[in-house]
Protein backbone atom coordinates (compact mmCIF):
# COMPACT_ATOMS: atom_id res chain seq x y z
CA UNK A 1 0.00 0.00 0.00
CA UNK A 2 1.17 3.22 -0.92
CA UNK A 3 1.62 6.67 1.24
CA UNK A 4 -1.15 8.69 -0.79
CA UNK A 5 -3.69 5.22 0.16
CA UNK A 6 -2.49 4.94 3.56
CA UNK A 7 -3.37 8.66 4.06
CA UNK A 8 -6.75 7.98 2.53
CA UNK A 9 -7.67 5.36 4.89
CA UNK A 10 -6.22 7.37 8.08
CA UNK A 11 -8.66 9.81 7.35
CA UNK A 12 -11.44 7.50 6.92
CA UNK A 13 -10.38 6.34 10.38
CA UNK A 14 -10.52 10.17 11.16
CA UNK A 15 -14.59 10.80 10.23
CA UNK A 16 -16.05 8.71 12.48
CA UNK A 17 -13.62 10.21 16.00
CA UNK A 18 -14.97 13.60 14.66
CA UNK A 19 -18.35 12.61 14.52
CA UNK A 20 -18.28 11.05 18.03
CA UNK A 21 -16.48 13.97 19.03
CA UNK A 22 -19.37 16.18 17.68
CA UNK A 23 -22.21 14.01 19.26
CA UNK A 24 -20.21 14.20 22.77
CA UNK A 25 -20.60 17.82 22.74
CA UNK A 26 -24.46 17.33 22.41
CA UNK A 27 -24.37 14.82 24.85
CA UNK A 28 -21.55 16.65 27.66
CA UNK A 29 -22.23 16.64 31.13
CA UNK A 30 -19.88 18.83 31.65
CA UNK A 31 -17.20 16.27 32.25
CA UNK A 32 -15.20 18.01 29.56
CA UNK A 33 -15.18 21.90 29.25
CA UNK A 34 -17.17 22.25 25.55
CA UNK A 35 -14.37 24.46 23.99
CA UNK A 36 -11.80 21.26 24.74
CA UNK A 37 -14.03 19.29 22.75
CA UNK A 38 -14.58 22.22 19.88
CA UNK A 39 -10.48 22.34 19.85
CA UNK A 40 -10.16 18.74 19.39
CA UNK A 41 -12.87 18.24 17.13
CA UNK A 42 -11.13 21.18 15.01
CA UNK A 43 -8.10 19.90 15.36
CA UNK A 44 -9.48 16.08 14.02
CA UNK A 45 -10.98 17.82 10.83
CA UNK A 46 -7.97 20.11 10.29
CA UNK A 47 -6.12 16.69 10.23
CA UNK A 48 -8.25 14.79 7.62
CA UNK A 49 -8.38 17.94 5.78
CA UNK A 50 -4.58 18.02 5.63
CA UNK A 51 -4.40 14.45 4.44
CA UNK A 52 -6.42 15.21 1.69
CA UNK A 53 -4.04 17.58 0.44
CA UNK A 54 -1.12 15.70 0.44
CA UNK A 55 -2.63 12.33 -0.29
CA UNK A 56 -3.31 13.76 -3.78
CA UNK A 57 -0.13 16.25 -4.15
CA UNK A 58 1.74 13.01 -3.23
CA UNK A 59 0.15 10.47 -5.72
CA UNK A 60 0.37 13.20 -8.27
CA UNK A 61 4.17 14.08 -7.62
CA UNK A 62 5.19 10.43 -7.12
CA UNK A 63 2.93 9.24 -10.24
CA UNK A 64 1.00 7.20 -7.10
CA UNK A 65 -2.14 6.86 -8.77
CA UNK A 66 -3.68 3.71 -8.35
CA UNK A 67 -7.25 2.09 -9.01
CA UNK A 68 -7.32 1.91 -5.16
CA UNK A 69 -6.86 5.39 -4.47
CA UNK A 70 -9.10 6.54 -7.15
CA UNK A 71 -11.68 4.89 -5.16
CA UNK A 72 -10.58 5.57 -1.31
CA UNK A 73 -9.76 9.47 -2.15
CA UNK A 74 -13.33 10.52 -3.09
CA UNK A 75 -14.79 7.95 -0.30
CA UNK A 76 -12.37 9.34 2.33
CA UNK A 77 -13.20 13.10 1.86
CA UNK A 78 -17.72 12.00 1.20
CA UNK A 79 -17.03 10.44 4.93
CA UNK A 80 -15.51 12.68 6.29
CA UNK A 81 -17.73 15.29 4.83
CA UNK A 82 -20.87 13.34 5.86
CA UNK A 83 -19.57 13.15 9.86
CA UNK A 84 -18.95 16.65 10.29
CA UNK A 85 -22.34 18.60 8.22
CA UNK A 86 -24.26 15.45 10.17
CA UNK A 87 -22.73 15.73 13.44
CA UNK A 88 -22.99 20.02 13.38
CA UNK A 89 -26.62 19.73 12.13
CA UNK A 90 -27.31 17.26 15.22
CA UNK A 91 -25.22 19.12 17.68
CA UNK A 92 -27.55 22.33 15.60
CA UNK A 93 -24.89 24.42 14.16
CA UNK A 94 -25.38 24.04 10.76
CA UNK A 95 -28.55 24.81 9.10
CA UNK A 96 -30.46 21.35 8.24
CA UNK A 97 -31.35 22.32 4.76
CA UNK A 98 -28.02 23.65 4.26
CA UNK A 99 -26.89 20.12 5.17
CA UNK A 100 -29.41 18.33 3.26
CA UNK A 101 -28.47 20.02 -0.16
CA UNK A 102 -24.70 19.50 0.07
CA UNK A 103 -25.28 16.10 1.17
CA UNK A 104 -27.96 15.37 -1.96
CA UNK A 105 -25.35 17.13 -4.44
CA UNK A 106 -22.22 14.70 -2.96
CA UNK A 107 -24.33 11.60 -3.49
CA UNK A 108 -25.90 12.69 -6.80
CA UNK A 109 -22.62 13.84 -8.35
CA UNK A 110 -20.55 10.68 -7.27
CA UNK A 111 -22.78 8.26 -8.38
CA UNK A 112 -23.09 10.87 -11.61
CA UNK A 113 -19.04 10.61 -12.07
CA UNK A 114 -18.94 6.57 -11.78
CA UNK A 115 -21.19 6.62 -15.23
CA UNK A 116 -19.54 9.63 -16.51
CA UNK A 117 -15.75 7.39 -15.74
CA UNK A 118 -17.67 4.19 -17.56
CA UNK A 119 -18.19 6.29 -20.43
CA UNK A 120 -14.50 7.17 -20.43
CA UNK A 121 -15.53 10.77 -19.70
CA UNK A 122 -12.99 12.56 -17.49
CA UNK A 123 -14.70 12.99 -13.76
CA UNK A 124 -11.17 15.31 -12.81
CA UNK A 125 -12.03 17.63 -10.19
CA UNK A 126 -13.09 20.73 -11.81
CA UNK A 127 -11.24 24.62 -10.38
CA UNK A 128 -15.05 24.65 -8.87
CA UNK A 129 -15.12 21.62 -7.38
CA UNK A 130 -11.83 21.79 -5.47
CA UNK A 131 -12.64 25.64 -4.32
CA UNK A 132 -16.05 24.05 -2.80
CA UNK A 133 -14.18 21.21 -1.24
CA UNK A 134 -12.20 23.86 0.59
CA UNK A 135 -15.15 26.37 1.20
CA UNK A 136 -16.87 23.46 2.91
CA UNK A 137 -14.06 22.90 5.16
CA UNK A 138 -13.33 26.36 5.96
CA UNK A 139 -17.25 26.78 6.95
CA UNK A 140 -16.51 23.40 9.34
CA UNK A 141 -13.87 24.71 10.81
CA UNK A 142 -15.82 28.18 11.60
CA UNK A 143 -19.15 25.97 12.83
CA UNK A 144 -17.13 23.88 14.91
CA UNK A 145 -15.02 25.86 16.29
CA UNK A 146 -18.31 28.69 16.51
CA UNK A 147 -16.97 31.22 15.42
CA UNK A 148 -19.22 34.31 13.63
CA UNK A 149 -19.25 33.91 9.84
CA UNK A 150 -20.04 29.93 10.02
CA UNK A 151 -23.66 30.08 8.59
CA UNK A 152 -22.67 32.20 5.92
CA UNK A 153 -19.67 30.37 4.88
CA UNK A 154 -22.03 27.56 5.27
CA UNK A 155 -24.22 29.36 3.14
CA UNK A 156 -21.59 30.08 0.50
CA UNK A 157 -20.81 26.23 0.55
CA UNK A 158 -24.01 25.46 -0.93
CA UNK A 159 -23.88 27.89 -3.56
CA UNK A 160 -20.69 26.49 -4.81
CA UNK A 161 -22.04 23.10 -4.57
CA UNK A 162 -24.58 23.61 -6.69
CA UNK A 163 -22.60 25.14 -9.54
CA UNK A 164 -19.81 22.48 -9.23
CA UNK A 165 -22.47 19.97 -9.97
CA UNK A 166 -23.59 21.61 -12.51
CA UNK A 167 -20.65 22.03 -14.21
CA UNK A 168 -20.35 17.99 -13.87
CA UNK A 169 -23.88 18.05 -15.81
CA UNK A 170 -22.61 20.40 -18.22
CA UNK A 171 -19.50 18.51 -18.54
CA UNK A 172 -21.71 15.23 -19.47
CA UNK A 173 -23.94 17.04 -21.58
CA UNK A 174 -21.36 18.46 -23.79
CA UNK A 175 -19.80 15.25 -24.14
CA UNK A 176 -22.66 13.30 -25.03
CA UNK A 177 -23.49 15.78 -28.05
CA UNK A 178 -19.69 15.01 -29.32
CA UNK A 179 -20.20 11.18 -29.70
Not at 16 to 40: C, G, K, V
Not at 129 to 154: C, D, P, Y
Request: hydrophobic share 60%; with cysteine.
Amino acid sequence: MNLPNSLAIFRILLAPLMFFLLLHIRDNSDAIEISWLNYFCALTFVVASITDFFDGYIARSWNQKTKLGAILDPLADKMLILAAFLGLMIIDRADAWAVYIILVREFFITGFRVVMASENIDVSASIAGKIKTIMQMVAIGFLAMQWWGGEILLWISVILTLYSGYEYIHAYIKNIKNI
